[in-house]
């Protein structure tokens, strides 16, 4: 008998998606748009069964996320999804927005800043860590994932309306400007695309040897907390 998949969609907010089970914080977490969901849960407490879950989706998630925590819910992800599985995760392209940051005026940074740091209104609404495709490569094939695709949104007008990506609209960022009122932005986002394609990972030694990348100078104390509160969840 063929089983219904099991699809996560974590962090959902308002866009439910038929078909997945839809994950987010309690009720009383959110400030501003309340979540729509199946599941009331902060999905650091979540747990699957290893080689059970088709796909894991999220939106705007991950980078809310310290660095310690993020490796440690990827690597779960990579475990509880069968091979072949796929994970898509969109966060914003930190390294897209560090280059319009650098490019923009003092108006185009603030709107950038919110996009790179959060939007702080409630206690999850930082962001904690930056995503850009050259880290998706590295800490994903780390992990166990390949079979990548990556998918640069530079504006939500193109993530509205996908059938527009590449097209002159899309690429009109005056007008993106003024359509801002009506919701519309030009702040770079990226969709990454992968599969489990290893079914055993040492998850200890990978953690270990990517957060080694954020040391700076001798800081073996800090790498050993990190380690610690990564180690709890493992
Ligand atoms: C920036 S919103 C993105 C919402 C939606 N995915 C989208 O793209 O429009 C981040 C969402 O993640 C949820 N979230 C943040 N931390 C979470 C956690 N630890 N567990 C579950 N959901 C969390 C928030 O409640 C919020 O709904």
């Known amino acids: ?3 219904k998949p099991i699809k996560l969609h974590l962090g959902c907010q308002e866009k439910y998606l038929p078909g997945y089970i839809n994950i987010d914080l309690p009720h009383e977490a959110h400030t501003v748009r309340k979540a729509k969901v199946d599941v009331e849960a902060d999905v650091r ?3 699957y069964p290893a080689e059970s879950v088709d796909e894991i989706r999220s939106h705007h998630l991950l980078e809310h996320f310290s660095r310690q ?5 990827l690597a779960r992800w990579h475990k509880w999804l069968k091979m072949d599985g796929l994970l898509r995760l969109e966060t914003p392209d930190f390294e897209e927005s560090a280059r319009k940051f650098l490019k923009g005026n003092l108006d185009d940074q603030f709107q950038l800043a919110r996009h790179i740091f959060g939007s702080h209104e409630a206690d999850w609404a930082y962001h904690k860590d930056f ?7 590295l800490v994903l094939r780390e992990l166990g994932y390949g079979d990548f695709r990556f998918e640069k949104i530079s504006n939500n ?6 059938v527009l990506k590449d097209t002159f609209i899309s690429k009109q960022e005056r007008l993106l400007k003024k359509l801002g009122p009506l919701g519309f932005n030009n702040l770079p986002n990226i969709v990454a695309y992968a599969k489990k394609v290893v079914k ?12 080694e990348k954020s040391l700076v100078g001798r800081e073996t104390k800090i790498l050993d907390v990190w380690m610690k509160e990564a180690e709890r969840g493992m």
Do not use: C, G
């Open 1 to 3: 008998m063929n089983q």
């Open 131 to 137: 995503w850009s495709e050259n880290k998706y490569r």
């Open 200 to 211: 055993d990972v040492d998850y200890h030694t990978v953690i270990r040897r990517i957060l």
């Open 157 to 162: 007008v193109e993530s509205k309306f996908p």
């Open 69 to 73: 925590e993020a490796l440690l819910l």
């Open 45 to 47: 407490d979540l747990s």
